[in-house]
T-cell receptor
Framework: NAGVTQTPKFRVLKTGQSMTLLCAQDMNHEYMYWYRQDPGMGLRLIHYSVGEGTTAKGEVPDGYNVSRLKKQNFLLGLESAAPSQTSVYFC????????????FGQGTRLTVV | DQQVKQNSPSLSVQEGRISILNCDYTNSMFDYFLWYKKYPAEGPTFLISISSIKDKNEDGRFTVFLNKSAKHLSLHIVPSQPGDSAVYFCAASGEPGSARQLTFGSGTQLTVLP
């Protein structure tokens, strides 16, 4: 049971570089989410998708872009990384129905120097 | 402004005793509340949840209580075990028109002492 898989697990970027974080789920979930977690704060929603081909902004979307070309994949892009984007990123997926939980990946630890 | 608050960053409890983790929320539109457990270098894992139409939900050693009038929920772990040591996040969902995304508290680090 793979569940939600994130790639890569760790990455160090220089300021101004770009990268893409990949999230893959094998539970046939319609809804997918990207969160970031910073010290002393809970997880905050960056972007989300309610189905293939759809994306929407969350609480902290600035500096990030996303794409959902296939139902099972949700990509998070950083076009020009900044030190403020140093964080742990979590992808999640869910059915999007009432009274159901979301399932999380193991996280990507990103450091921007 | 934080819509979900966990005011205790940390909690230490003796093995075998009860652990009580608290959570407050401000958005009365939330209709589903969840607790997630997180170990270092892992993603959050779902622990237990409660719908707003209930005031209690129990699953083994874990019980969640919801007080809607006070906008307060709590997680009770009885008896506490060393393996329960982790960060516990309270989360809520259900704003109308939302995509059931979760709004999280800042977490409570639970340490169960042997």
């Amino acid at each position: 049971n793979a569940g939600v898989t994130q790639t890569p697990k760790f990455r160090v970027l220089k300021t101004g570089q770009s990268m893409t974080l990949l999230c893959a789920q094998d539970m046939n979930h319609e809804y997918m989410y990207w969160y970031r977690q910073d010290p002393g704060m809970g997880l905050r929603l960056i972007h989300y998708s309610v189905g293939e081909g759809t994306t929407a902004k969350g609480e902290v979307p600035d500096g990030y872009n996303v794409s959902r070309l296939k139902k099972q994949n949700f990509l998070l892009g950083l076009e020009s990384a900044a030190p403020s984007q140093t964080s742990v990123y979590f992808c999640a997926s869910g059915q999007g129905k009432e009274n159901t939980e979301a399932f999380f990946g193991q996280g990507t630890r990103l450091t921007v120097v | 402004d934080q819509q979900v608050k966990q005011n205790s960053p940390s909690l230490s409890v003796q093995e075998g005793r009860i652990s009580i983790l608290n959570c407050d929320y401000t958005n009365s539109m939330f209709d589903y509340f969840l607790w997630y457990k997180k170990y270092p270098a892992e993603g959050p894992t779902f622990l237990i949840s409660i719908s707003s139409i209930k005031d209690k939900n129990e699953d083994g050693r874990f019980t969640v209580f919801l007080n809607k009038s006070a906008k307060h929920l709590s997680l009770h772990i009885v008896p506490s075990q060393p393996g329960d040591s982790a960060v516990y996040f309270c989360a809520a969902s259900g704003e109308p028109g939302s995509a059931r995304q979760l709004t999280f508290g800042s977490g409570t680090q639970l340490t169960v002492l042997p």
